[in-house]
């Protein structure tokens, strides 16, 4: 898909760019009526190849940096990850991403008999989520009081039911290293396969979008010449 984003620019950019300034042209010297179409590509040509363009870009650059420069405070980072948990599909694959990198950091070490404490402190460094990390850290100190793993994350809102429900039968069984491991593979296999059905729906679209705007624009080329 990025493959064709970035191929869709291009073509796209080079016919408003170079081809249709030449039509133009064209079409003045003619003093053809022009349709509607025509004239809203004209405008669309005339701005990217205008300096304001420039002033366009320049903008947008801003934003992306003021916007990055919020993101990277504490209060930024927490509210941009709280947000992209709540939207439909990006936040349940977020959530299932965090939650076997947890699980396979803390299931490897666990495995080879490092302290559960001591374990979860390392996980909480490499999730690389402010929230997350904040819930990890949470239940530390729960555990410290003497709470069970399955109990320090009941709060959690990264952890889901099942996710707590296996955590709970890992404990009851004495096997929570393994169970921990287990979570890893289900989740890792959910991800490969939410990434490949994505995949899968983006790329007709992205060729419906292409055709779209390269019709359009042949539209507007080729009308006024009837």
């Known amino acids: 898909p990025l493959i064709m984003i970035f191929l869709l620019g291009g073509i796209v950019t080079f016919l408003l760019a170079v081809v249709f300034p030449q039509m133009e042209k064209l079409f003045a010297k003619v003093d053809a009526d022009l349709p509607f179409i025509t004239k809203a590509v004209i405008g669309i040509s005339n701005f990217i190849t205008s300096p304001y363009i420039i002033l366009a870009l320049g903008g947008a650059a801003v934003l992306g940096y003021i916007f990055h420069r919020w993101k990277s405070t504490e209060d930024g980072q927490r509210s941009w990850e709280k947000f992209l948990l709540t939207k439909p599909i990006i936040g349940s694959t977020i959530q299932k991403v965090l939650i076997a990198r947890f699980a396979r ?89 939410t990434v490949a059905k994505l995949s899968q729906l983006l790329e007709p679209v992205m060729i419906v979008f292409m055709g779209g705007f390269i019709v359009i624009i042949m539209l507007a080329i080729m009308l006024p010449m009837y």
């Open 105 to 193: 950091n803390l299931g490897v070490m666990l495995i080879n008999r490092v302290p559960l404490i001591a374990s979860l402190q390392v996980v909480s460094d490499v999730v690389n989520h402010l929230v997350f990390k904040e819930e990890i850290d949470d239940a530390i100190g729960r555990i410290k009081e003497g709470a069970s793993i399955s109990d320090a994350f009941a709060e959690s809102r990264i952890l889901n039911q099942m996710i707590k429900g296996m955590l709970n039968a890992g404990e009851l069984s004495d096997q929570v290293p393994e169970m921990v491991e287990k979570i890893a593979d289900i989740l890792d296999n959910e991800i490969d396969a």
